[in-house]
């Protein structure tokens, strides 16, 4: 049989990278530096299609390995140093990818500094997981409002980058509207705190000198009288990274350099810690699950549904519902979705209803209760106050993307169309028209997602392994957009733009995108921060990154067939992280619980197997044994990748 080869070091660091690191470990840099191929294959991808192989990955232990990493780059020398922060990894556009250095502040940047009931605050670190800090205060009668899907383990540092926000949007908005202040390292390595400045205090700190004064004078040029999207008052999901329109309040003229920042997406500066609102848990709760016949039907209800003022209308289509019946969620949820179990063509609206006082919302709840009998595309509803089983219902939600990426074949449902949004009442001829494009592709998709703020999660299923698939990618991109626009809508509602910017000069038009380019100015004019993406600075020509490149398949694509049988389940990773759960209770691989290192979890060595089964195809040897020794193989082979991880 022919010897099994061993996954070897690739692409050496560039010379300016290698003399950066050097210079790192000099000055003082207390946190961990690794270089390693390992390493840098884990955080080379995230939850999007995209991969880049970064230089290397940096783990800063404190506010004070960030400001070294920056003081150090400002330097001529190292000017072509790149720099992109990550957190969770959980981006599904590639925000936190790139060919330069990663900053993560997931491993020891998580420490929760200080909770005030009192004042309904909490001070955190970037690090600090959603979950985490909701397990630290829901006891205490509190919670942190922007709700995500990826709650245990998507950080609280990245859904600041993000602005992330999920259910419940209507009545909590998004992260940044509970963000107090922010502490953030700039280019140069100068520490700033952010916060609302009355307009006493911002004339003071307009003028003062040195970077901060400069910053505070450009971003107020930039945003002040900013011209408004046209439709931006009626999308509750409206985004566009860079928030000028609510830097400054004309009414009392006070000023904030949160709005700027809250969905920069790494591209303006480093957050190192952030202060939080805590908003007080409602009392009570209740849930009705209502099964429809299609999914139009549920679509054309979840307008109607909103007359009731729910908190929230969440819809998930017959592909999830068919998908969590093999998952263990689904002897949870079983009972609450109507005797007969074959959901071919329905769909779910999971219809939340919060208060303090039950009362408050029972004549609502009761009135709904009461009028779904006759309607005639429902099949059944079940009515629920019991906390277990709202909880269930809502985890089968949750799961939508996990399962999605348990389907079989070779085309797996992905991202990158996937959290479009339109003006509510125009969601259901928008849907239309975006399903009648995929069907005239031939394509299968899953659909999920907040239907009560036109915001619908939709993820076609492609192998971007095919040249004919990966043009099928761009086709469709591009006529979304333009359903977008036709509809008044958004690309990006809630999942960040990555390297889906590049829609967004024609999107923006060319004044508001000027006005963006001076908010980059001010906070990064040498451009080194997460390149390529939302926008460059004013002098700078560098263009955004191609959506359509540096895609896993296109690396996936060089494996062989006969490579691919040996380890399948490697190529179908869909990046979702949900093995990244913080929980030490969760069950899940233990060697990531004991290490708290990447590499070791099931999506790390997904990304290693992935990259040896590439070498091996590259080099034309044959990985086919004997089945029998298959499993021994294998075991042996994935020994031996942890020793490549000599940097963490």
Known sequence: MTAVPALVEQPQLDAVYLQFINELRRAGFAGVIATDYAT????????????????????????????????LAHRDEFRAVKLSPR??????????LTTGIIIDVSRFQNAILEVNTGERWARVQPGVILDQLQDVVNPQGFFFAPELSPSNRATLGGMANTDACGKGSRLYGRTGDHVIALRVVLNNGEVIDTGRLESSEFFARKHKPGREGEIYRLIDEACRNAPQHPNADRLGRFITA????????????????????????GTLAVITELKLKLTPLPKHKALFAIRYRTFDAALAAA??????????????????????????????????????????????NLVEFVGDDASEFSARAEQLKAELPTAAEVISFHYTTEKAAQAALWDLRKKGVGLLGNAKGKRRPIPFVEDTAVPPENLAAYIREFRALLDSHGLTYGMFGHVDVGCLHVRPALNLRSDADEAVFR??????????KKYGGVMWSEHGKGLRAWYGPEFHGDEIYRRMRQVKTAFDPRNQLSPGKICAPLDDATLLLDPFQNTRGQQDRQISDSAETLAPGALYCNG??????????????????????????????SGLMREWLRQASAAGISLTPAPASVGETLQRELRRIPLLNTGA
Request: glycine content about 8%; charged content about 20%.
């Open 40 to 71: 840098r294959l884990v955080h080379a991808t995230d939850n999007s299609v995209y991969q880049l192989l970064p230089q290397a990955v940096v783990f800063p232990r404190h506010e004070a390995d960030v400001s070294c990493i920056f003081a």
């Open 87 to 96: 957190g969770g990894g959980t981006g599904t556009n590639g925000q936190s």
């Open 242 to 265: 860079y928030n000028l329109w609510h830097v400054i309040d004309e009414k009392t003229g006070s000023f904030s350099l949160n709005p700027v920042l809250c969905g920069s997406e």
């Open 303 to 348: 307008h109607d549904l909103l007359k009731h003022q729910p908190s929230a209308v969440e819809t998930i289509d017959d592909k999830i519902l068919t998908l969590a019946k093999d998952d263990i969620i689904f002897p949870k949820v079983k009972p609450y979705l109507g005797e007969q179990q074959d959901f071919t063509g329905n769909s779910i």
């Open 475 to 484: 086709q469709i991109s591009d006529a979304v957009y333009a359903l977008c």
């Open 576 to 605: 979702n992280g949900q093995c990244f759960d913080y929980r030490m209770d969760s069950v899940m691989c233990p060697s990531y619980k004991a290490t708290g290192n990447r590499l070791h979890s099931p999506k790390g060595r």
